[in-house]
């Protein structure tokens, strides 16, 4: 295995990761704001407020939900970027700061020596 398959493994694994914990989070963020909503409207409060208080609350939930997918969304491009997934590799395997970027970084050169210290960080 190289360094480049190992690097990719690892992005994959970490984007799921994030997804995953995206998703919950906007479901909790969600369920929350519906839950205040229903707490507010219940009790047949919702009958003397103005028409449109259950669609704002159903509005206030939609876009809260979509406010923390969107964060979602940069915090996958901030974990899963090459750089940051060589940085943890270097960290978690105790290697030398840079080795695992350096090689990650020329991964378009298809020269043999490039080629060889994949192999090598890969083992």
Known sequence: ???????ARERARMARLVRV???LRALVVALAALTV???VLG???WISLPRLVPFVVWAVAIALALLVARRGARRLQR???VG????????E???RRGAVRGVVEL????SIFVARAAQRLGA
């Not at 940051?84 to 960290?91: K, P, R, Y």
């Not at 991964?107 to 298809?110: I, L, Q």
């Open 1 to 7: 295995m190289t360094i480049f398959e190992l690097v």
């Open 21 to 23: 914990d995206t998703t």
């Open 37 to 39: 909503g229903a707490v």
């Open 43 to 45: 009790g047949a409060r």
């Open 79 to 81: 974990i899963t970027a």
């Open 84 to 91: 940051a997934i060589a940085d943890a590799v270097e960290g």
């Open 93 to 95: 395997q105790r290697m």
């Open 107 to 110: 991964a378009g050169d298809t």
